[in-house]
């Protein structure tokens, strides 16, 4: 079974682009979410979608938003890019919201410049 | 709100010898799950252990082993018998039970540095 796929692998952009990342899941897992990893702040939850509903938000300005299609594969958007942006993304899938592991990508490496 | 302290920033072992990680949490929920991750230079996150905080026994995996204080709020790792492939940073991770592993808090990580 193929695992969690994020892309692209990395990716550069200029500050006051946008940015759209993309993540599959597990086939048959229905939960998606995303986190963002710095090494100042750490590991940080952005939001969870199960069935195309987004269920949970983290603490994000406005300018990082999601959606999830109707084949459970899920985007991230991030506009008007800062350099505080910079940052790895990872993606994590769960056959339902209750299920007691996510299984995570190897993450998209965004670097604004 | 929900935190999770690891108080070590890194962490140094011979090989074939043991060593314990230390995580603390803080938070309101009786029931609740907690998670040691592994991210290993290919920055996947792989699941270590996983504790339910209703079951007063420790879980165990093979030579992973966690020793959880429910009262203390802590939860540490035990890597018996390290192996070079241990090598990696390790987060301690709190997920109400509601929340299944969907929005996981975690900690700052502990880079694990086998030597040989």
């Known amino acids: 079974k193929a695992g969690v796929t994020q892309t692209p692998r990395y990716l550069i952009k200029t500050r006051g682009q946008q940015v759209t990342l993309s993540c599959s899941p597990i086939s048959g897992h229905r939960s998606v979410s995303w986190y963002q990893q710095t090494p100042g702040q750490g590991l940080q939850f952005l939001f969870e979608y199960f069935s195309e509903t987004q269920r949970n938000k983290g603490n994000f300005p406005g300018r990082f938003s999601g959606r999830q299609f109707s084949n459970s594969r899920s985007e991230m958007n991030v506009s008007t890019l800062e350099l505080g942006d910079s940052a790895l993304y990872l993606c994590?899938?769960?056959?339902?919201?209750?299920?007691?592991?996510?299984?995570f990508g190897q993450g998209t490496r965004l670097t604004v410049v | 709100a929900q935190t999770v302290t690891q108080s070590q920033p890194e962490m140094s072992v011979q090989e074939a010898e043991t060593v314990t990680l230390s995580c603390t949490y803080d938070t309101s929920e009786s029931d609740y799950y907690l998670f040691w991750y592994k991210q290993p230079p290919s920055r996947q996150m792989i699941l270590v252990i996983r504790q339910e905080a209703y079951k007063q026994q420790n879980a165990t995996e093979n030579r992973f082993s966690v020793n959880f204080q429910k009262a203390a709020k802590s939860f540490s790792l035990k890597i018996s018998d390290s192996q070079l492939g241990d090598a990696a940073m390790y987060f301690c991770a709190y997920s109400p039970r509601f929340q299944g592993a969907q929005k996981l808090v975690f900690g700052q990580g502990t880079r694990l540095t086998i030597n040989p």
């Open positions: 994590a899938s769960s056959p339902n919201t209750l299920s007691t592991e996510a299984f």
